[in-house]
């Protein structure tokens, strides 16, 4: 499988820059029936555990919402994952000039409102990348650059992402 071949290129090529996750990547590292996906996003999030990832507060409350939304995870469950994860990353909340960031971004760079708070947040934290599926594959946006970990080695994409 192309992400087994030199383990996960994206992390590879980081060389100590700090880094995110959006939610999804969280998402599908729980999500066994995601297939692929739940293979590249758990080993992510295994790595980068030893390495200089920060999670957003943000990130983990979504995770939250979406793993307790209708059932699909107890909400004992969702809780101890999140307390995990707590205890494992760093976490970076939102401030007042978070929100400000942000307003910008939508206004000035065509982000969703909560897609700009995740970019403002991590740029505040010190990230260089993100790592989603959300955002377009390379964008970089004033120093923060966008990886979709999930496209295939021919650069195709299963989700088209904004």
Same mark, same amino acid.
């Given at each position: 499988?192309? @992400?087994?071949e030199? *383990?996960?290129?994206?992390?590879?090529?980081?060389?100590g820059?700090?880094?995110t996750?959006?939610?999804?990547?969280?998402?599908?590292?729980l999500d066994?029936?995601?297939?692929?996906k739940?293979?590249?996003?758990? !080993?992510l999030?295994d790595?980068?555990?030893?390495?200089n990832?920060?999670?957003?507060?943000?990130?983990?409350?979504?995770f #939250?919402?979406?793993a307790?939304?209708k059932g699909?995870?107890?909400? +004992?469950?969702?809780?101890?994952q999140?307390?995990d994860?707590?205890?494992l990353?760093q976490?970076?909340?939102?401030?007042?000039?978070?929100?400000?960031k942000?307003? *910008?971004?939508?206004?000035n760079?065509?982000?969703?409102? @909560?897609?700009a708070m995740? @970019?403002?947040c991590?740029?505040? +934290?010190?990230? !260089?990348?993100?790592v989603?599926?959300?955002?377009?594959?390379?964008?970089?946006?004033?120093?923060?650059? #966008?990886?979709?970990?999930?496209?295939?080695?021919?650069?195709?994409?299963e989700?088209?992402? *904004?």
């Amino acid at each position: 499988m192309p @992400w087994e071949e030199n *383990r996960f290129p994206v992390m590879n090529s980081m060389s100590g820059e700090r880094y995110t996750f959006d939610t999804n990547i969280l998402i599908y590292a729980l999500d066994r029936e995601a297939g692929r996906k739940h293979a590249i996003a758990s !080993a992510l999030l295994d790595q980068a555990v030893a390495e200089n990832c920060v999670l957003m507060l943000q990130s983990l409350g979504e995770f #939250f919402r979406a793993a307790t939304a209708k059932g699909k995870m107890p909400i +004992a469950e969702a809780s101890d994952q999140v307390r995990d994860w707590l205890a494992l990353f760093q976490v970076q909340p939102a401030g007042i000039s978070t929100i400000t960031k942000a307003l *910008r971004a939508v206004q000035n760079h065509n982000l969703s409102f @909560w897609d700009a708070m995740l @970019w403002a947040c991590a740029k505040e +934290a010190g990230c !260089a990348i993100v790592v989603s599926e959300d955002f377009q594959h390379g964008r970089l946006l004033e120093g923060v650059r #966008f990886h979709n970990p999930f496209l295939d080695t021919s650069g195709s994409n299963e989700n088209k992402g *904004r």
